[in-house]
């Protein structure tokens, strides 16, 4: 029978997976964590490094004795970005007693969003959704939400736009997670912003943007702001330089400048569109392999330590994931330092606690990450990166949107 | 009025793509009776390959895309061989769920690789530069997409019209039986079938991974996209999938041209080739070309 | 009726009123009671934890789901590729009610008996409403009518800002005797609720078939033809054959969004639409035991393959393509040959074990 197969299969797989188990350290503790996230299936070309980001950031400190004797245990599943799946799992991950909890789609974690409440444990998702962070008190963002972002990449338009009023049109996935950020720019808006929303377009499986380009064209647009994953900006980018229609240089006068939300870029976007990706403005809280420093240095290290190939090193959502992983260790760290048992309440009230003085920086990224009861965004900085031959650059210095204090 | 003829324009460029994604489910169904839910992923395969081929192994991108046909020619071949020889006379629900089985089994090979998870694009081969006339713009990439698919389907045509092969599948596809009985060997236009519709997909791939870009997500998609063509044709005519391939382009092109941004509507054109699809299917339920089959208890 | 009422090795009915008995002889009444005694009875002998009882939860709504599907689909030979939508719809009809009166409103709480009967009949009337394209269509054209209900269904659903855009919809706990049911009893509760419905469904599906009802959609599709000439109406048929399909598809959404306490359309996408269908395959089309064998296969192979594959994932660990590669591998290839090797299903082997055991010891 089937039915006996499977459950014999379970057994042997259940008695394997005990055999091999590394045994416990007798000294140090074992801290486990969950995560959950979408490796196959939509989306996955930006969960797959974000997993190997996060796998490789807890073997080093596993390997290097980061936390002295104690190591994290973190388990990691792939769910095909569907609510149902990342339930179980995080159902799993509860029965085995997790100290913090990784998740990733923007969906799951508004689905989930109860139960992180009742169970009152911290989450770090890899969606940057502003509504994640409505009614909830668990769910810090690593970053900026996307809302603030887009408000950020706004505010950006009309300070280096030139001569009245800033027509610009929304690119956006047709989805919540594109819908939501575009009402804060219009609050923004009314908030006094000095911009025009000229059309909101949702683009769908599209082969052929021209006809959009052209209306947008015609009443004035002069920037496209886009809110959505990488392939349907790279058709649009794709078709707006064969139309020549692609501004040259920031503002171009009767061209399309085209800026993008964190998801819409990274070395992704270059793949996907080529040279039609030169121009375009993106903004992001990691800092890029692009632009070597220290902290990309390390991360590339990171990457060759554990056999990463070139994609995954110099991925952005490499980063991102090395970057949760690095917060979550440092509240480990933090509360162990403290003398406190490292539990799901103690570890909440660290990540809290990161602020001011206790704000932490990771390597990762372009600014510190700061928790407090009132912000639940962690990295409040952005940088604009603008492709120049093929990679990404940085645009001036980290900014920090204005109008999203006002609008709030 | 530009704006108008630019979308005409537009989507009868996608609506030929569409055609030539929609040929090879079109090719299977007229002599086998199969529709092929895995079209999608052989369409994917078929563009991974020739990437593979140009980047990896450096073969020049026009000899890898005809490499790449021939080796989906022989891939849907034996796919036809080990999978659906066995299901020849079996309900239309069990091969359905066969092809869409066979989808799932391709969607785990191709993670296997980098393609599945991963973004590439094909290397710049064509000039940059549009066309443009008299205010309307047709790119490169989509002018030799549509005269490719419009080679391909004249080439099927006249295959089905004139050669012996052709004519031979026909008449399998019109009696089985009757066929059988004149020498024609059923097994061996199945799989004919199966492989020149693995060509057709390979051929799509390409143009559709030039357009988007090589994302695996979209590439397979375009399998059931083009369902809605492949039933306005009436299944089994290729004249139908390309008439409706177009018309399927144009729906889709005016539906986000002129509906998306008024009455508060969005995303219109996903939805639109169905709903219309559902509305002509209710006046004519062999599609626009299918052959009203005459039913004896 | 054999003299001996505890077995029985042939056919000794001696009216119509006999062959329709639901059990033949003492020892499938005792045997069934058992069994559904034990049903009741584990959890409390064996706990399990919440992954494992939302597993079986799960599976039990797949169940529901694929009991509906297997009328339509498995009895009166309509391919349906729309199922996940039916059960979206009767998702959302509760969810439509949280948005409403809000998600911990009296009626959401303390009558979800109610809501869920309703949200059935929700997806009936729209099951007899996609059904009607099938008055007129036939096989492939009518499988692509109703591919096109669920992508009609997921953009309506994506669209709209009623529907929270897809996002999920809070659904609140629920009050029973005991108060209410909180977030540990909450799958164990649930649990008992679903198993009730799968209960009461299964037994309706068993004299469904044994009615002209039943009859008329096995009648219709093994011929349509025939089955008029004979004073069936094919069409009246089908439609409803689909009204009853969305029936249990609505019961199963409105458990779904119970069960996972909120409504989010990632649950309802073609994907899950195939997986039923599967399902559907794999258990054994067209019987009533098959949709039980179906969800348990096709829900224990996915966990399985997850274990699996986590365990390759820790000794490949920079391979971890292969490792998430298993899933849809797996999947498909369990279809591919169920259906070349055994396309009745696992109804089948069920058959060939009960025939087995009648007759044992004393075999020919």
Known sequence: MKNKRCLSLTGLILIMFFTFTPSVNAEGKIHKLGMSLAITGPTSD??????????????????????????????????????????????????????????????????????????????????????????????????????????????????????????????????????????????????????????????????????????????????VLCHTVQSPVSTMLKDSTRLGMTAKSYGEKGKLTFLGVHYTGGNDLIALAGDASEGFFWTCSFNLTSEPGKGTDKQLALAKRYGRDNKAANSHNYAAGIMVAQVVTEAIKRTKAKGFEVNKKNLYKEMNAMNGNYAYQPYTTIGPVTYSDTDRAGVDMLQIYSVQDGTFKKVGTPIQSEYMKKIE | MSYFFQIVVSGVVVGSIYALAALGLVLIYKSSRVANFAHGQIIAAGAFITYFLTITIGIPIFFSFLASMIITFFLAMSVERIFLRRLIGEPIISVIMVTIGLGSIIDGLIYLTPFGTENYSFPAFLPTTPLTLGGVSISWTQLVGVIITFILIGGF??????????????????????????????????????????????????????????????????????????????????????????IMGLIQQLASGYLDGNWGLSGTGEVMPYIILLIILLFKPHGLFGIHEIERV | MSTNPWLATGNYFTSYKQEQATFHTHLDRSVFTLFLFLLFAWPVFFPMGNKYMLVIDNILIAIVAVMGLNLVTGFAGLISIGHAAFVGIGAYTVASFCRIMGDSHIFVTHFWPVLIIMAGLMGALFGGIVGLPALRLKHLYLAIATLSFQMIFQWVINFMSFFNQGQTIFVGRVTWFTGTVGRKDHYLFWYYVILIFVVLLGFGIRNLLKTKYGRSLVAVRDNDRAADAMGIHPGLTKVYAFALAGFFAGVAGALHAYLYRGVGFESFTLHESISYLAMAIVGGLGTLNGSFWGPVAIKLLDLNVEQLAELAGRYLPSSMNLATALRPFTFGLVIVLFLMFEPRGIANWWRIVKSYTKLWPFRY
């Open chain 1, 46 to 223: 930006a969960g797959n490094p974000y997993s190997k980001g996060v796998e490789d950031y807890f073997r080093f400190v596993n390997e290097t004795r980061v936390l002295g004797d104690d190591k994290i245990e973190c388990m990691i599943r792939d769910d095909q970005y569907k609510t149902d799946v990342t339930k179980r799992n995080f159902e799993e991950y509860l029965d085995k007693g997790i100290v913090m909890y990784l998740n990733y789609s923007t969906g799951s974690t508004l689905g989930l969003k109860r139960d992180f409440e009742e169970e009152q444990i911290a989450v770090l998702p890899a969606s940057y959704h502003a509504g994640n962070l409505d009614d909830s008190n668990y769910i810090f963002l690593p970053v900026a939400s996307y809302s603030e972002q887009l408000v950020a990449l706004s505010e950006y338009v009309v300070k280096n736009h030139k001569g009245g009023k800033a027509k610009v049109a929304m690119f956006i996935h047709p989805s919540a997670f594109g819908r939501g950020p575009v009402e804060d720019a219009q609050k923004a808006i009314k908030a006094g912003l000095n911009m025009e929303i000229v059309e909101v377009v949702e683009h769908g499986k599209n082969l052929d943007n021209s006809a959009m380009l052209k209306r947008l064209s015609n009443k004035g647009v002069q920037y």
């Open chain 2, 157 to 246: 045509s006249w295959f089905f019209k004139k050669s012996t092969v052709g004519i031979s599948m026909r008449a399998v596809s019109d009696d089985q039986f009757g066929a059988m009985s004149v020498g024609i060997s059923v097994p061996k236009v199945f799989g004919l079938a199966w492989a020149t519709a693995g060509l057709s997909a390979a051929a799509a791939g390409c143009i559709i991974g030039n357009i988007t870009g090589l994302n695996f997500d979209t590439l397979h998609a375009f399998g059931i996209v083009v369902f809605p063509v492949l039933i306005l044709g009436g299944l089994d005519s290729i004249l139908g999938a390309v008439v409706a391939g177009i």
